[in-house]
């Protein structure tokens, strides 16, 4: 029994890192992935435009042309840590693919066959295909890689909105899984919409971002000046339209989560007891002692926007927002109206009725006990909304981590804001006053530094971004249908400690090797 | 749609991507050739060129070969990948080695150095069209392994148990099997085949050309045997028949009387074996003949389709357990619903769509 706890732990951990460092390089893909896209479309209008300066059609495809190896070293890694992402599914949770493959693995599917062959495809002709092609094929193959990229988030991001919110499928006792009842539902769900441009429109940012860093570096060193002031008003137009964007689509995610999954917005806030015209923590300190259902004070120390929290969540500055004590006993607020959700004991009770019904389902089939068996098919069905709890043993397991993750979303929060005001001020820089890059501050120029530690805070970002997104839903794999627990497979901890570190390894050696080889590039930019 | 037909189309599907794998793992030949030594520094460079922009096509085919097994037969993914952990997991290091290297391997700043790289390359082509194979081969031969769906409602915390249990091994038990070991060493030395006619065709270059036939004529003598031995054991090995939906008998010959009882399986097998010996024999006796690599890689595609077929079809299970047989998979047990692979299956009508572009790009690049 330990054993498979810490299996369960080792796991999670195996797959946390994997998706961490898959993160590290992904957004980078899809924006830079634009940026180049936009770039060769540049060069491809002045080359087919006879009136253009043949000076400036060159410098335009050195831009292209110099980004793209960038991108090309980035893509490799990106696509090595994704395939390990989509084999873990079945190597460490094969309790989950069983029970939700038929709804899960369709994404991941059509993701191979469309996405990743249009991707690596494409990829090909980018590189190897200026002589092949005309100017207008290549160009065309450099936006379908980028859209490859993009459409190939698509289908991961359903998947992971699915597990964040399961729709579009229904609960088959004979089959003992979950069957999809509405494809349409599942790739169109409104919370992989929202999801799912949240994720590109940040990736654009972050892309952007990290350009703008490396023209910062060359304007530092007074090298390539006019390069990197190109570079950067492509950069900065993409990377405003993108965490505009991010901004946008962060705040109808808020509206889902308070919606479908309240715990976790309560673990983001640090929220333990509900308020009408609930304060949002600007910043903040929590209290380790606190727990759901002690009456110690939640923050040691906070700055507060006062009801920010009920406009973030319900858009509107006096609606109520549950806290982790009122989600755990079943109250909620909507206009006004005090309501009783379904409380966690009650849930956990509930969810070993289903429990109990769908052994009773199996024993009745044995049987060949039909009224058994459309008894116990009525009851689960009763109950099924909760089937996940029945794996737990008391309330307070369905708690998220709430440090780790109130701390993320507020550094992801903070860290947003310092990338819109620095993309809105590059972009005003770069088109209006140029002259301000070269401003200093006790002789150190301010435009350039800022620019080069904009970079790691994207990344910063992005990675916090998802640390909440799937901390927060701890502890479920599925929400309220599977705990991570349940969803194991047989493996002994050992091995899973060993792949880990094997992996950890691995990622980092190739995660130096491309930081290496990148700084070569921008280095020796000739 | 009848939803044993969609069962028996998606198995078809998985049995073409598969075998399009295996003819794409020429790459993985291609790379294990690296250990020779009776080659030069330029030419292994040349040998490398040839099928650097060739890697992620394979890797995207086993994606979506992993993939597609994932969305159309769930039960299999969760058993074998979760069971037979090992072998999968030594499988992803060396991809993910692989698809950095050809990239990284030249340039300047990698840190680990060239040969580094190059010791990747090597090590992902020959581990995996070994373990590949051998883990195709327990398609026939089976695995250490129960499925018992209940344990869906008892909490593995405090029960210990899941859907699919194994042995301590992991799968590694394979390797003890000769069987298992012989047919993934057949399929390495097929992959050094089929990257040796590669180069042939690719590579304008005469050291090159008669170094790669003189290989392909060693690489051919040690297939040979293995391919002889692995045939001998896969027609006379005892295999299962479904009776109900997880009740099976065990039958002599098993696979020798399916290869008999479906036509269109024994010709893709005669004709695949007679492509691929054809391609072989005319590359290495005609100078002028560059093209073995489409005979060999046509019927490689037809000889691995045919072993996915006895495997599969004919009320056949596809991947036996020796533990328990009665957990046996079948197309039949272990697909995903209807509704499902309904849809899926009009998802897959693009595919000549996506091959299409794909042959027309790369048609385009090698011009």
Redesign the interface.
């Known amino acids: 029994?330990n054993d498979?706890?810490t299996a369960?732990d080792w796991s999670r951990a195996q797959f946390a890192m994997t998706a961490m460092y898959h993160w590290l390089f992904v957004p980078l893909t899809l924006g830079l992935g634009l940026v180049v896209a936009i770039m060769e479309t540049i060069y491809a209008r002045k080359k087919l435009n006879p009136s253009t300066p043949q000076s400036e059609t060159e410098e335009w495809l050195d831009l292209t042309k110099f980004w793209m190896r960038l991108f090309?070293?980035n893509f490799?890694?990106g696509?090595?840590?994704?395939?390990?992402l989509?084999?873990e599914?079945?190597?460490?949770?094969?309790?989950?693919?069983?029970?939700v493959?038929?709804?899960?693995?369709?994404p991941?599917?059509?993701?191979?066959?469309?996405a990743?062959?249009?991707?690596?495809?494409?990829?090909?002709?980018m590189f190897?295909?200026w002589e092949?092609?005309s100017i207008r094929q290549h160009c065309a193959?450099t936006w379908l890689t980028a859209f490859g990229a993009s459409l190939s988030a698509w289908w991961i991001l359903v998947a992971n909105s699915w597990m964040q919110h399961p729709v579009g499928m229904d609960f088959?006792p004979a089959?003992?899984?979950n069957?999809?009842?509405s494809?349409v539902d599942v790739a169109l769900s409104p919370t992989a919409v929202n999801k799912f441009f949240h994720v590109i429109t940040s990736s654009w940012s972050l892309g952007a971002c990290f350009v703008i860093s490396v023209c910062g570096w060359y304007l530092l060193k007074g090298r390539h000046t006019q390069f990197a002031v190109k570079s950067i008003k492509v950069a900065g137009v993409v990377g405003l339209v993108g965490i505009l964007g991010t901004m946008i689509t962060g705040d109808s995610s808020a509206v889902q989560v308070t919606k479908d999954q309240p715990m976790k917005l309560a673990a983001m806030e640090g929220l333990y007891e509900g308020k009408q015209g609930a304060d949002l923590v600007a910043f903040g300190i929590l209290n380790p002692g606190k727990k759901w259902d002690n009456d110690q004070d939640a923050m040691l120390f906070e700055i507060k926007i006062p009801k920010g929290l009920s406009i973030l969540g319900r858009h509107d500055p006096d609606a109520f927002i549950p806290g982790i004590k009122d989600i755990i006993e079943g109250r909620d607020m909507i206009d006004g109206q005090e309501i009783n959700t379904v409380n966690y004991n009650e849930r956990i009770l509930r969810g070993r009725i289903a429990?109990?019904a769908?052994?009773d389902y199996?024993q009745a089939r044995e049987y060949k006990d039909s009224i058994g068996m459309d008894r116990a098919t009525e009851k689960l069905a009763r109950h099924y909304q909760f089937f996940g709890y029945?794996?737990l043993g008391k309330a307070d397991e369905a708690i998220p981590p709430v440090a780790m993750t109130f701390y993320p979303f507020h550094i992801m929060v903070a860290l947003g804001t310092w990338m819109l005001l620095f993309l809105i001020a590059t972009v005003w820089i770069v088109f209006r006053r140029q002259e301000w890059t070269k401003y200093q501050i006790a002789g150190y120029p301010v435009y350039p530094w800022l620019a080069i530690i904009t970079a790691p805070i994207a990344w910063v970002c992005s990675q916090c971004g998802w640390i909440v997104a799937e901390l927060g839903r701890q502890p479920w794999a599925i929400q309220d249908i599977m705990p991570v627990?349940?969803a194991?497979?047989?493996?002994?901890s050992g091995?899973v400690k060993l792949?880990f570190f094997?992996f950890l390894f691995?990622?980092t050696?190739?995660l130096?090797?491309?930081i290496?080889?990148?700084?070569?590039?921008i280095k020796?930019k000739k | 749609m009848a939803y044993s037909f969609l069962q028996e189309y998606w198995w078809f599907l998985i049995s073409v991507l598969g075998a399009l794998l295996v003819f794409l793992m020429f790459v993985q030949g291609g790379q294990s050739l690296l250990l020779q030594k009776d080659i030069s520094e330029r030419n292994r460079e040349l040998l490398l060129d040839s099928i650097a922009?060739r890697w992620?096509?394979t890797?995207?085919t086993?994606?979506?070969?992993?993939?597609?097994f994932?969305?159309?037969f769930?039960?299999f993914?969760?058993?074998?990948?979760?069971?037979a952990?090992?072998v999968?997991?030594i499988i992803?290091?060396t991809?993910?080695?692989q698809?950095?290297s050809?990239?990284?391997r030249s340039?300047?700043?990698?840190?680990?150095g060239r040969e580094t790289y190059d010791k990747f390359l090597i090590a992902n082509g020959i581990i995996a069209p070994l373990l590949l194979g051998g883990a195709v081969s327990t398609f026939f031969y089976g695995s250490d392994f129960t499925v018992q769906?209940?344990n869906?409602?008892r909490?593995?915390?405090?029960t210990?148990n899941?859907?699919?249990?194994?042995g301590?091994y992991?799968g590694l038990e394979v390797l003890l099997n000769w069987r298992v070991v012989c047919f993934g060493l057949m399929v390495l030395f097929l992959t050094r085949i089929q990257a040796l006619m590669w180069f042939v065709n690719r590579i304008d270059n005469d050291d090159i050309q008669k170094w790669s036939r003189e290989q392909t004529v060693i690489n051919t003598a040690v297939f040979l045997v293995l391919f002889l031995v692995s045939v001998y054991a896969l027609l006379t090995a005892t295999g299962l028949k479904t009776v109900d939906v997880h009740q099976f008998q065990i039958i002599r010959y098993r696979y020798l009387l399916n290869l008999i009882q479906m036509p269109a399986a024994l010709v893709a097998f005669l004709a695949g074996t007679l492509l691929v010996l054809g391609g072989i024999i005319w590359t290495v006796l005609k100078t002028e003949f560059r093209n073995g690599i489409w005979l060999t890689g046509t019927g490689t595609v037809l000889v691995v389709l045919a072993l996915f077929w006895i495997a599969g079809y004919n009320s056949t299970p596809y991947y036996p357990s020796y533990t328990d047989i009665n957990s046996s998979l079948t197309i039949y047990n272990s697909s995903?619903?209807q509704?499902?692979l309904e849809?899926?299956s009009y998802?897959?009508l693009?595919?000549p769509f996506?091959f299409a572009?794909?042959a027309w790009?790369?048609y385009?690049?090698v011009?």
């Open positions: 029994m498979i706890l369960i090309g070293v490799a890694i696509v090595a840590t994704g395939i390990v989509e084999f599914f079945g190597t460490n949770w094969s309790n989950y693919s069983w029970f493959g038929d709804i899960f693995g369709a991941l599917a059509i993701e191979g066959i469309f990743f062959f249009c991707e690596s495809t494409f990829f090909a002709v190897f295909g092949k092609f193959a088959d089959q003992m899984r069957v999809m009842t494809f429990h109990k769908l052994r199996n029945g794996y627990q349940a194991i497979s047989s493996v002994g091995n792949t094997i691995l990622f050696c190739l130096l090797a491309e290496g080889i990148m700084l070569k590039q020796n | 922009h992620e096509l890797f995207t086993l994606v979506t070969f992993g993939g597609a994932f969305a159309s769930p039960l993914y969760s058993t074998s990948f979760g069971g952990y090992w999968w997991m992803l290091f991809f993910i080695v698809a950095v050809y990239k990284y340039a300047e700043g990698n840190r680990l769906m209940d869906l409602t909490d593995p915390v405090t210990g899941v859907i699919s249990t194994w301590q992991h995903s619903s509704f499902t849809t899926m998802v897959s693009a595919i996506v572009y794909i790009v790369w385009k690049l011009k």
